[in-house]
Nanobody, 118 residues
Framework: VQLQASGGGLVQAGGSLRLSCAAS????????MGWFRQAPGKERELLAY????????SYADSVKGRFTISRDNAKNMVWLQMNGLKPEDTGVYYC????????????WGQGTQVTVSS
């Protein structure tokens, strides 16, 4: 499987970006999908995940109320809508697939850079 993340860029604080992740393969609907962020000098952080059915989502406290994860199993796509961006949201964003309840993320995209200026 391949995961291709895109949509990153440079944005001013308070702005918005929408990240996309395209997945290859026929079994996209069999996996939970997550978005992670790795900020400079920090460990990779799970920001949000969505169940394979799309019926449940979960967010880190740092992004709750500002970010929204969604997916379309017919299109093999997952998105992360990011509003109210802050400088501390700067980092490389990765999409991943796996089993959220097990904390197991098996496959990763290549990452897309998000930079939020103050």
């Amino acid at each position: 499987v391949q995961l291709q993340a895109s949509g990153g860029g440079l944005v001013q604080a308070g702005g918005s970006l929408r990240l996309s992740c395209a997945a290859s393969g026929q079994d996209f609907r069999n996996y939970d999908m997550g978005w992670f962020r790795q900020a400079p000098g920090k460990e990779r952080e799970l920001l949000a995940y969505i169940y394979r059915t799309g019926g449940y989502t979960s967010y880190a406290d740092s992004v709750k109320g500002r970010f929204t994860i969604s997916r379309d199993n017919a299109k093999n796509m997952v998105w992360l809508q990011m509003n109210g961006l802050k400088p501390e949201d700067t980092g490389v964003y990765y999409c991943a697939r796996g089993t959220a309840t097990a904390g197991r993320w098996n496959d990763w995209g290549q990452g897309t850079q998000v930079t939020v200026s103050s």
